[in-house]
Each structure stands twice: as C-alpha cells, then as structure tokens.
C-alpha cells in the first residue's frame, strides 16, 4: 500500500481516537481493516448477467492459462529477445506463430490494441486519400457513440457507401469501383440483425471484383462454431478469399483487448512497417496473455458458449441445497453472447431466481454479484459464470441473506 493512503487511514483513526469514538488501543486494528486489499480502485465481479461477453465487465475474462502468463509477463520477460544468441529478438514471435497455427490459411498475422486499432491501421496504411467501398447495411455503430465508418474516415480515406440499407448486390460493388479504389470492407454486423426483404453480398463473389477484400469480423472467432453458424470466422473468410480478416482478442476469443490483421503477408507487411503502427503496439501482457489464450485449454468465454445446459442446472439445483433458507428456486433462462457477437443468439441457461432486493446488495458485495432483473426477480444467470466461482457466488448470496 503506498504512503499516502496509509497515512490517510492512520490520521481517520487518531481523530476517531481523539473524538473518543475509537478506543486507542484499537488504533492499529481500525487502520489494517480501514486500509483496501489491493492498491486498484477496480473491483472483481461475478458476472451472473448471462452475458457471455460483458462489455461493462471487461469483455472476456481470463482463463488460468492467460493469468499465469501475464505473472511471468509481469516482469522482465525475452519479449524482444533472443535469449540463444543475445541479441534482438522479433517482438511478440510467440503469438504471431500461435495465430498461424491457429488460422493456416493466414499467410502472416500482426496484433495491435483492439480491435478499432486493427481496422483504422489497415485503413490508414492501404487506402489513405483513396476509397473503401462498403455496403449501406454494414455502417454499424459498435458502441458508447463509436462509429465504424467515423473511424475509417478519421484515417483519411473516403468511404463510397454503396447499395441500400437492407438489399446491396454485386453489381452496386462493380459500379463503384475506380481506379481510386482501395479495397472493398465488410463489416460484420455484430450487434444488430436485419430480417426480411435482405440481401448482401458474400466474401468470396467479392473477391472476384479484382480489389482486395477487407474483412472485419469484429468477434474473433478464428474458425466456424457449431452455435453459431452465422457467425463469421477468420479461417472460413480467408478460404473465401478476403485478403485480410481484423478482429477483437477479447470477445468470442476469449483473450485479453488487442486487435488481429490476418491475411495476405505482403499487406500484412506494409502494415507492420507503417509508422502508425508503432502507436497501436501491444505490450508484453497483451502478447503474454493473447498467446497463452490461444495455446491454452478453452478460455471461459469459449467453456461457457459450450457448457451442456443440464450441467448448469446441475450447479443450480446444487447450490439451492446449499442456500437452505433462502427464498432462492431455479429457473429457466436464456443468456446471449453479447459484445459483438451472435446478435439474435439466444442460449439455454439456467439462473438462481432470488427476490429484487438482493441486486443492489449482491452489486454492494466482495467480491460484487451482477445478476439481472427480470419480472420482479433477480436472476444471476450462471452460463457466463466459471463453475469454480460457485461457491463464491454462494457465499455472497448467504452473507446478503445474513445481513438483513
Ligand atoms: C467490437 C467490434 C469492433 C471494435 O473492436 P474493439 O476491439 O472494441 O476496438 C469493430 N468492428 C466490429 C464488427 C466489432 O464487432
């Protein structure tokens, strides 16, 4: 704990002292419990929304493998050296072989700090005072007022929307394509769907226009997931025919906030060495933490999108048992993937159904609960919840039961 704050908790309790609300020998003990266990104001949450990815939480959360690399990260780390010879090494080598390993069909990868970083990097380094085409339907604002078509903009390119916002064909893309052209975008429409008289074009016709194809996928899924077929992935783009694929580390991947270009190693080459690209580096946690993601068992993002749900209600009826006395039943429910990811998607969940009063108490609690209310109830929801973190969502349950 750093000086002033101690100071700070040594001075409250001498004043209690003084005001003789606090005995004097009970000083030093006031001090330690008045002092906070960690030297962050953040605070660790149980995200019981049934939000796999919670954007208000972090996004994904890390899974063992990714927190033991960012303790040996922590410190002085061979990040940009090789320990054989002694002298330079190529930063982040590790990650970018296990983002190959992962996705064959990418003939190089570069990380930068999210997923906005990766897409205004390949914007600003293949198509400044030139076009992008995108279609009317793929202007997606991803979130907290951030629009995709602001950010290509602010790069210098000219956005050439074409098409209309619910029906856009090849012949639109074939029109507008010039001499000016720089690539032709495809923005994944991550948090909205648009039914009915629809249509877009695909990765692979595009590809046929002669003009590279840049893909934004937005969630970071790496290869096709069986729940969620119309969710795009890297590998299956790529194979379709997109020059480069960018994407989030820290949703449907389930690893730490970085932005992946994946693709065609001569662009992904001129992007690396483009002097932008020097600000959106990652550091050595990201690059610790992205690769142990990727070479570690499933993260709890992709453990929790895969969860049987008879297993979850397995750990619902188990922790009713455990909460005797309170007014807590089982119930079923429906989770979503959230944060850029699977819109429309709704999994089968299983929630603890507890009375209204138990959220804001739960939220006031250590660590916090965030449930979700629905019809009068607070429901926390446990499909986004790791099953070690049970028996501490049961704790808190019981010390908000004991505390009224
Ligand atoms: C989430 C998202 C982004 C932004 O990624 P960040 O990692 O939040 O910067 C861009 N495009 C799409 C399609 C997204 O879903």
């Not at 970071?220 to 960018?246: I, K, N, Q, S, Y």
């Amino acid at each position: 704990m750093g000086r002033p704050l101690v100071k700070q908790a040594v001075a409250a309790a001498q004043q209690r002292a003084r005001e003789g609300t606090l005995r004097p020998d009970a000083v030093p003990d006031a001090v330690l419990a008045a002092l906070p266990a960690a030297a962050t104001t953040l605070r660790p949450v149980l995200n019981a929304t049934g939000v796999l990815v919670h954007t208000n939480l972090g996004r994904a959360p890390l899974g063992p493998a990714a927190r033991d690399a960012l303790a040996v990260a922590a410190g002085n780390c061979d990040v940009e050296l090789d320990l054989g010879t002694g002298t330079r090494g190529r930063r982040g080598a590790g990650v970018v072989d296990a983002l190959l390993a992962a996705v064959p069909g990418a003939g190089a990868a570069h990380v930068v700090n999210n997923g906005a970083a990766a897409l205004a990097l390949t914007a600003a380094t293949l198509a400044a005072g030139r076009e992008i085409l995108i279609s009317r339907g793929e202007l997606v604002e991803i979130g907290d007022g951030f629009r995709i078509p602001d950010l290509v903009e602010s790069t210098g390119a000219r956005l050439r929307e074409v098409g209309t916002t619910n029906r856009t064909h090849i012949a639109d893309y074939e029109r507008a394509i010039g001499p000016d052209t720089a690539f032709v975008l495809k923005v994944h429409p991550s948090n909205f769907t648009v039914t009915g008289f629809t249509s877009s074009v695909g990765a692979a016709e595009l590809a046929g226009l002669g003009v590279p194809v840049v893909a934004d996928i937005g969630s970071g899924l790496l290869a096709p997931h069986p729940l969620l077929p119309a969710e795009p992935d890297a590998a299956g783009l790529l194979g379709a025919g997109a020059a480069l694929v960018t994407a989030s580390g820290d949703k449907l991947l389930g690893g730490p906030q970085a932005g992946l270009i994946l693709g065609d190693a001569e662009l992904v080459e001129r992007i690396r060495r483009f002097p932008l690209a020097r600000a959106m580096r990652v550091d050595k946690l990201t690059l610790a933490a992205l690769e142990a993601t990727l070479r570690g068992p499933a993260p709890p993002v992709r453990a929790a999108l895969d969860v049987p749900v008879a297993e979850l209600r397995a750990r619902a009826e188990a922790l009713t048992a455990a909460l005797e006395g309170v007014d807590v039943r089982v119930v079923d429910s429906a989770a979503t993937v959230g944060g850029g990811g699977g819109p429309g998607v709704t999994l089968p969940s299983v929630a603890l159904s507890l009375p209204e009063r138990y959220a804001p108490a739960l939220r006031a609690g250590s660590p916090a609960v965030l449930g979700r209310l629905e019809a009068g109830r607070c429901l926390l929801d446990l499909r986004a919840l790791a099953p070690t973190d049970d028996q501490a969502l049961a704790g808190c349950v019981r010390a908000v039961e004991a505390g009224r």
